[in-house]
């Protein structure tokens, strides 16, 4: 193992557990309207090839869920949490999840382009080969997080906390890292092109980035590359 491969970070994830053997289910929009209706919870099941669209589903608390190739346009999960969640080849259109926490969860394939995080919490949680274009993550909390081949491009993490999180040949071009520390962070896989920090670009200090990644950086900074 040579030092590059030492100093690389290391970040322990729990991966999502959900129960086996469940039956598929396509009436996920039914079991929400009942969830807002009396205040339940929705646990342990198994959603497949379903269609969601305006629904305001504050406050409801999800746990061991399974969706899979589900569809939502237009729903607000502001402040509902999720414990045990997968979502596989999934899609969110206009979808907010403010306030939002989620522990154990995992989207892999999926599409939230331009989804509302703002002020969420994130444990535990595995993001890979899924679209995160545009998102709003202002003010979010991010422990152990894992990151990995993801389209962040856009997106906004400004005043996030980055605690054991890991990002993995993850495009973040043109995104947003204000009053974001990035200490500690390897960057070299991923796409950081036109990055936007503070003045002076403290986020990036303690960063690992390769020789690339420091040219554009040091444009950024009003240095000079001599030729």
Known sequence: MNGREKDKKIVSVNSAVVPEGMDEEDNLAEV??????????????????????DREIDRISFEKIFFDHCSFENVDFDGCSFDNVIFKN??????????GI???????GSKCIGG??????????????SSF???????????????KSCDMRGAFLARCSLKNTLFSETDFTEG????????????????????RFSDGAPEIKGATVD????????RLLGVKIKE
Request: charged content about 20%.
């Open 102 to 108: 989620f522990s154990r969860c995992e989207f892999s």
């Open 116 to 129: 509302d995080f703002t002020s969420a919490s994130f444990i535990d949680l595995n993001i890979k080969n």
């Open 176 to 195: 947003e890292f204000f009053q974001t520390s990035l200490s500690g962070m390897d960057l070299t896989s991923c796409k950081i092109f036109g990055v």
């Open 133 to 147: 274009r545009y998102a709003n993550f202002t003010s979010s909390r991010f422990d152990r997080v894992c990151i």
């Open 211 to 218: 020789m690339y990644q420091a040219a554009d950086l040091a």
């Open 90 to 99: 999934c899609s969110f259109v206009k979808c907010s999840f403010s306030g």
């Open 32 to 53: 929400l309207d009942d969830a807002m209706e009396y205040g339940d919870d929705v646990s342990v099941h198994f959603f497949k090839d379903c269609t969601v669209t």
